[in-house]
Structures are given as structure tokens and as C-alpha cells.
């Protein structure tokens, strides 16, 4: 995003208006339950392109969250938003990953969060061997289904380095490997941290190009 006005102008999710729904409570981490406190808009000179600036009242802890949203300036039909503050909790994943990934990515996140590396790693190696499966890898094991995906062009030889990398500290804690630590606080931080790139380049690019595509078609 190069400025503040391209704000859901081409990504975001369906809908010409912010649904609260979409919004969690940082504080009590209930999704939806807000009533809006304040509400101020400004408009671009000369363009139908709106940001809005809510101010979200939480109904079940009387907490706040900011909010700046804007809808598509030419059709409305869908809208980017950003929040302020955010949980510091995983709840939800994009609606447009698969659920096993999306899953298993969610207890990745959340295991950093309760300091448990191993768990970590364990779940980031099964939310990469998820992700590669829904694209059809094939392979009676985790290595093959890399270097199948790799063959294929789908994974790029730097994905390919560091899924192996991913696969390998998945292993030691998977299968209990006693001469080993155990995996390390950094460790589990890099890897997941991979995880969330992997994620971009399998599910959201695709998902942004699609959405660019329907644009243009109905432009
Ligand atoms: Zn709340």
C-alpha cells in the first residue's frame, strides 16, 4: 500500500461496509459485540473514496479498539480494515485458507505464545505438510511431498530450503529424539515465522491475484 487512500482498494474481504463481526475484542477477545462509540469520516477531493475512523465500544468489557476502514472506490464490494489494538492471541486464520492448514497453523502461533517450542514446531510441520497436500504434493513422506511440490515449479528452491529446514525441527520434537534438546525458543520463533511467509506465497498471493482478476473483469 503506497497511501493511506488505496486502503481496500485492492485486497480486502466482501462487503461494502466494516461488518463487526470481522472485529475481536483485544481485551476479552469476544468477536462482533460492539456498539460504535464514534464515527468520522474523510473524503478524497475530487473521488467517491472514503476512509472511515470508528471508534468501537466493546459491550461486554466497556473496552476499546480503533478502527480505520475503507471500501472499493469504484463498485463497493469489499473493504480493507485495520484495528487498533489487537488481540495478542491467534483466533482466527483467512477465510481463504484450507481449514486443516489453518488450523494447525493457529496452534503453531499459539503454543509460541504459551512458550511451548516443541508443540510449536510440531504443529508448524503439520500445518506445512497440510498446506503442501491441499496443492497436491505426492510422496509417502513429508521430504518427498517437498521435493515433489519443487519439481513441479510450485515450491521456489529458497521455499524448498526452508520447508526442509521447517521438516527437520518438526522431526526432532515429532519423534521424540532423545539426543537432542529439544526445540529452542529461537528456533520455533524462525520457523514459524517462516510458516506465516509460506502462507502468504501458497494462499494469499493466489487470493489477491484472483480478486485483481474479478476486478478487472467487471471493470
Ligand atoms: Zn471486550
Not at 498446506?131 to 509417502?140: C, D, I, P, Q, S
Not at 529458497?158 to 529452542?184: C, F, M, P, V, Y
Not at 520455533?188 to 487470493?207: C, E, S
Request: aromatic share 12%; glycine share 6%.
Amino acid at each position: 500500500m503506497d497511501s493511506w487512500w488505496d486502503l481496500g482498494e485492492w485486497s480486502g474481504v466482501e462487503g461494502e461496509k466494516l461488518n463487526l463481526h470481522e472485529v475481536t475484542c483485544p481485551f476479552c477477545f469476544e468477536s462482533g459485540n460492539f456498539s460504535i462509540a464514534f464515527h468520522a469520516e474523510k473524503k478524497k477531493a475530487n473521488s467517491h473514496k472514503i476512509l472511515n475512523f470508528d471508534t468501537l465500544l466493546c459491550n461486554n468489557c466497556k473496552g476499546y479498539v480503533m478502527v480505520l476502514w475503507s471500501a472499493t472506490s469504484d463498485y463497493h464490494a469489499i473493504h480493507d480494515s485495520y484495528v487498533v489494538p489487537w488481540p495478542l492471541k491467534f483466533d482466527k486464520y483467512p477465510k481463504h485458507w484450507p481449514e486443516t492448514v489453518g488450523r494447525f497453523w493457529l496452534q503453531a502461533h499459539r503454543n509460541l505464545l504459551d512458550e511451548n517450542w516443541d508443540a510449536s514446531a510440531i504443529m508448524a510441520r503439520s500445518s506445512l505438510q497440510a498446506a503442501l497436500r491441499e496443492l497436491g504434493a505426492v510422496g509417502k513422506n513429508l521430504f518427498q511431498e517437498i521435493e515433489d511440490l519443487s519439481k513441479k515449479g510450485i515450491l521456489p528452491p529458497l521455499i524448498n530450503n526452508w520447508s526442509h529446514e521447517l521438516r527437520e525441527l518438526g522431526n526432532e520434537s515429532t519423534h521424540a529424539d532423545i539426543s537432542k534438546s529439544g526445540t529452542q525458543r529461537q528456533d520455533a520463533r524462525d520457523i514459524v515465522k517462516f510458516l506465516d511467509f509460506l502462507m502468504q506465497y501458497l494462499f494469499d498471493l493466489p487470493n489477491e491475484i484472483n480478486e485483481y482478476r474479478k476486478r478487472k473483469t467487471k471493470s
